[in-house]
C-alpha cells in the first residue's frame, strides 16, 4: 500500500479533490452574558461578527449564510461553504467566539461536503434512450445535437452541485439523515441496478418543485452521525413542509430513509439578525 499522498499540499490546506467543504453551525445566545456587557461592549461585539463576516465571505470560492432560528433549538444559524478544511474550521472557531467567549453557545453542528450524485443519467443511458425510445437515428445531426445539448446540461448541473451558489432566499430548512440498515429494508444490500430506478422515481417528485425550492444534498459519510446534510431554501414555508411530507410517501424514503432532527430559519442579513434575536 503507497501511503504517498497523491498530490503534495501545503502544511495549513486539505482540499477536495473536488467540491467544497460544508459546516451548518447553530447556537444559543446566552442573553444573561449578554446584559454584562455595556452599550460600547455590545457594540464592539456586533461589529466584531460584521467584520468577520466580511472577510470569510471574502476569501476565495466561500459563502457565509446567516439565519434567526425559528423555534428555542437555537438563535442563530450559519452556514459556511469553503473548500479548506483548515480554513473552514479557522472560522467556525471565530465564529463562535465573534461576540464575545461567553455568548453564543453551541447547540448543533453538522459537517459534510459537496458532492455528484452516483444515480445521474450517463451519455450512455441517454444515447440509449434516444435511440430505442425515441427512435432517433446515431448517424444523424439530430442525436448530435441532442447528445451535445445533453452533455451541457450534465456538465452545468455538476458543477452546480459541486460549486453551489446558494440563494438569497427567505425560507431555510436543514436536515441530515441516512438510509436504513434494517433486517428487512437495508439499502446497503440492494444491488445498483435496483437502487437506480428508486432514486430516479424520487427525483423526479422532487422537481414538482422546481423555482420554489433550492435543494442541496452533501455527503457525510465518514464526517459526521449521518450520511448525508439536506438543505432547502424556499420564499415559503408551506413548500418545505408539502415537499418533505410527499416525498416521505415515496419508496425510496418509506422504505429506507432516516431522518435526523430539522432546523428551520430565516436568512437574514447581521444587522436584521442582531434586531431579530435581541442583541
Request: hydrophobic share 35%; charged share 25%.
Amino acid at each position: 500500500m503507497n501511503d504517498t499522498p497523491q498530490e503534495a499540499s501545503r502544511p495549513d490546506e486539505v482540499i477536495p479533490y473536488e467540491g467544497w467543504h460544508v459546516i451548518h453551525l447553530f447556537y444559543q445566545v446566552d442573553h444573561s452574558q449578554w446584559s454584562l456587557l455595556s452599550d460600547e461592549e455590545k457594540l464592539e461585539a456586533k461589529t466584531n461578527l460584521t467584520r468577520l463576516a466580511q472577510d470569510i465571505r471574502s476569501e476565495p470560492n466561500t459563502q457565509l449564510l446567516t439565519f434567526s432560528i425559528v423555534s428555542p433549538k437555537a438563535d442563530v444559524g450559519f452556514m459556511l461553504l469553503t473548500p479548506n478544511l483548515h480554513k473552514a474550521n479557522e472560522f467556525e472557531k471565530k465564529l463562535t467566539l465573534s461576540l464575545g467567549a461567553d455568548i453564543l453557545t453551541p447547540v448543533y453542528s453538522y459537517l459534510s461536503m459537496t458532492e455528484l450524485s452516483e444515480y445521474v443519467t450517463t451519455d450512455e443511458q441517454y444515447s440509449d434512450t434516444l435511440i430505442h425510445k425515441e427512435g432517433i437515428d446515431p448517424d444523424t445531426p439530430d442525436y448530435v445535437n441532442k447528445m451535445e445539448e445533453f452533455r451541457q446540461r450534465m456538465k452545468k448541473y455538476n458543477n452546480d452541485k459541486l460549486y453551489p451558489n446558494l440563494p438569497d432566499w427567505p425560507v431555510y430548512c436543514f436536515y441530515p439523515m441516512s438510509k436504513r440498515r434494517g433486517e428487512k429494508d437495508n439499502w446497503y444490500s440492494l444491488d445498483f441496478e435496483e437502487r437506480v430506478p428508486l432514486m430516479r422515481s424520487h427525483g423526479m417528485l422532487g422537481r414538482q418543485w422546481h423555482g420554489k425550492i433550492l435543494q442541496l444534498i452533501t455527503g457525510s459519510t465518514g464526517l459526521d452521525d449521518m450520511e448525508w446534510g439536506v438543505t432547502l431554501f424556499a420564499h415559503n414555508s408551506q413548500d418545505v413542509k408539502e415537499i418533505v411530507y410527499r416525498m416521505r410517501f415515496d419508496e425510496a424514503s418509506a422504505r429506507f430513509a432516516e431522518f435526523g432532527d430539522f432546523y428551520i430559519g430565516l436568512q437574514l442579513p447581521l444587522d436584521k439578525l442582531f434586531r431579530r434575536v435581541g442583541l
